[in-house]
T-cell receptor, first 114, second 112 residues
Framework: ETGVTQTPRHLVMGMTNKKSLKCEQH?????MYWYKQSAKKPLELMFV???????ENNSVPSRFSPECPNSSHLFLHLHTLQPEDSALYLC?????????????FGPGTRLTVT | GENVEQHPSTLSVQEGDSAVIKCTYS??????FPWYKQELGKGPQLIID?????GEKKDQRIAVTLNKTAKHFSLHITETQPEDSAVYFC???????????FGTGTRLKVLA
């Protein structure tokens, strides 16, 4: 799992907390993604960044705030979350964001909102 | 909207037998179809993919077939081993877009 790393691997937070998830890719890719994985549901694309520019905000609530300072790092800032936001949050990267390039995933952050 | 249906949701096979997972996509413009394996506590790992200009691709015990007319694609695992036990996801994507449409996953159990 040295290609795409995510920290922390597990996070428990209260609804009034503020926390951040971090993702780093070591593949020299130009595009990075945040996905939400909930039980028995397809992976849900949340945000897409291409060359540090946000390309997509897939109708994600404002309590999720992404940040991409450079092509290798991606953050997801969390505040005033709801229990239904508990899920596995996956980061992915690809060489380019168009053209059907392979996406490589990190191990995910298991988030529990209490 | 665009979607990918994946079946079965769970599959149990005896070690050494074959396993087949099937996906159907709705967007006829889809031309890239990756398969991912997700083990417990890990992120999805790309195991094989196929593009619409070929009908079949094989990598050792894993093969993927594509029927563009029927908009079906399938994952075939032969001589299954206990370490093949995982959740498998199919996806469909289109050149010129960044979106992957994922299936809901198949939990494969290989019984020793």
């Amino acid at each position: 799992e040295t290609g795409v790393t995510q920290t922390p691997r597990h996070l428990v937070m209260g609804m009034t907390n503020k926390k951040s998830l971090k993702c780093e890719q070591h593949l020299g890719h130009n595009a990075m993604y945040w996905y939400k994985q909930s039980a028995k549901k397809p992976l849900e694309l949340m945000f897409v960044y291409n060359f540090k520019e946000q390309t997509e905000n897939n109708s994600v609530p404002s309590r999720f705030s992404p940040e991409c300072p450079n092509s290798s790092h991606l953050f997801l800032h969390l505040h005033t979350l709801q229990p239904e936001d508990s899920a596995l949050y996956l980061c992915a990267s690809s060489q380019e964001f168009l053209g059907g390039y392979e996406q490589y995933f990190g191990p995910g952050t298991r988030l529990t909102v209490t | 909207g665009e979607n990918v249906e994946q079946h079965p949701s769970t599959l149990s096979v005896q070690e050494g037998d074959s396993a087949v997972i099937k996906c159907t996509y709705s967007d006829s413009a889809s031309n890239y179809f990756p398969w991912y394996k997700q083990e417990l506590g890990k992120g999805p790992q790309l195991i094989i993919d196929i593009r619409s200009n070929v009908g079949e691709k094989k990598d050792q015990r894993i093969a993927v077939t594509l029927n563009k007319t029927a908009k079906h694609f399938s994952l075939h695992i032969t001589e299954t081993q206990p370490e093949d036990s995982a959740v498998y996801f199919c996806a469909a994507s289109t050149s010129g877009t960044y979106k992957y449409i994922f299936g809901t996953g198949t939990r494969l159990k290989v019984l020793a």
